[in-house]
């Protein structure tokens, strides 16, 4: 008898979320299984950011359900497992190293007391090695350039030994030539096992990378083949007296 296929990393189904009374998701799902690289495409107001951070349960979700390794989001304690990668320009530190930056990412294994022990200290050099990033690890974090940063802040997840790793928007203010070597890092880890959700704004470098795309506009699914962001006008909101809404189109 064969074994049933394992639950997948990700499944989240129906999501409606609003924030502050505006709605941002209608009718989202999005399902990533291991080893599998799954693009969340749009353009800037989309919802792309929105999707990824309800399901990593940093903004509620009013309506349908979110699933992590088969356990209900509420429910869910093995953040270690899962390996979150900010935008860089997201993280502001003054004095921080880039091998303090990485060492972050084992807080989740050892407290946020805890000493590192000789095992976080080869998991952080590890993940330093696998970025190229060995050379610049006593390096203040600000002075590197932004594909450096972007590859430091994915060696912070790797540190944290990840079955899935999420990431938004890797390419934004980084140069081509750097996001070819992304690409490559990120082509490696999968054919490893790892399993991706990555927000695009276009796939860019990363189209041989991906197994499948979900493409958003003004918060909801639709079909489309492009590699690239969706050009859509966004539903009008309208008054109760007729007029246009003034905050139309606003969205995460």
Known sequence: MAAPDPAPLVDARGLYVS?????????VS??????????????????????VRAVM?????????VELFGVPLASFKQWSRIGYVPQHSALTVSNATVREIVSSGRLAHRGLFGLPSRLDRAHVERALALVELTDRASW???VLSGGQKQRA???????????????????????????????????????????????????????????RTVALCDGRIV??????????TPARPRSVVGLSDPLEGVAG
């Open 19 to 27: 924030l502050g009374g505006l709605p941002i998701l209608r009718d």
């Open 30 to 51: 999005l399902q990533v299984h291991p080893g599998e690289a799954v693009a969340i495409l749009g353009g800037n107001g989309s919802g792309k950011s929105t999707l």
């Open 57 to 65: 349960g940093l903004v509620p979700h009013q309506e349908g359900s």
């Open 140 to 142: 203040p974090y600000h």
């Open 153 to 211: 802040l994915i060696a912070r997840a790797l540190a944290t030994e990840p079955e899935l790793l999420v990431m938004d928007e890797p390419l934004a203010g980084v140069d081509l030539h750097s996001q070819e070597g992304l690409a490559f890092l990120l082509t490696g880890l999968r054919e490893q096992g790892l399993g991706m959700a990555i927000v695009l704004h276009e796939q860019g470098p990363l189209a041989g990378l991906l197994d």
């Open 223 to 232: 079909d489309h083949d492009s590699d690239g962001a969706i050009d859509c």
